[in-house]
């Protein structure tokens, strides 16, 4: 069988975008793309040769909302099949802080493949099946974002 035939999972990187001035909110948008179209996803995309899961992060954070991250880290993969509709994704989903210091609030930087950004509640997400695939991969993990100390503790000094 040559490579031709022989189909292959892509390899996407979403990311969860937390900032202090949101707590226990990531960044959501909801998408316009044809596959998964009116589900809300993390920013993310596929992952280029060559690029480490952090570079990949970073720049499609910074071309989708515009915004630079810190703290950039590896925080769970999951592996997305729908093969009556041809998908199948391996997607790294990476966690960053929005760098307060080099940018303002997300903005829309792909209306045509996006409604728009909002900070949501990671406790009120929308139902799974309103969640882009590898979202509702993660969730159905029981991923939780906001549980180390850093995090829990900006919180209680609202």
Not at 5 to 34: E, F, I, Q
Not at 46 to 61: I, K, M, P
Request: proline share 7%; aromatic share 8%; charged share 25%.
């Amino acid at each position: 069988m040559s490579d031709k035939t022989v189909k292959r999972p892509g390899v996407g990187v979403g990311v969860l975008v937390t900032d202090s001035a949101h707590p226990g909110c990531v960044l959501v948008g909801k998408r316009r793309s044809p596959m998964g179209y009116g589900t809300y996803q993390l920013p993310g995309g596929h992952l280029e040769f060559g690029e480490s899961w952090e570079q990949c992060a970073q720049r499609e954070v910074l071309e989708e909302a515009g915004v630079s991250l810190v703290d950039v880290r590896f925080a769970s993969v999951v592996n997305s099949i729908r093969v009556e509709e041809q998908y199948h994704y391996v997607t790294i989903i990476m966690q960053g802080e929005l760098d307060r210091k080099q940018s303002g609030e997300p903005e829309n930087l792909e209306p045509e493949k996006n409604e728009g950004w909002t900070w949501t509640l990671w406790d009120r997400f929308p139902p799974e099946e309103q969640l882009f695939l590898p979202l509702a991969g993660l969730r159905q993990q029981g991923f939780q974002p906001f549980r180390n100390p850093a995090a829990s503790g900006a919180e209680s000094q609202l």
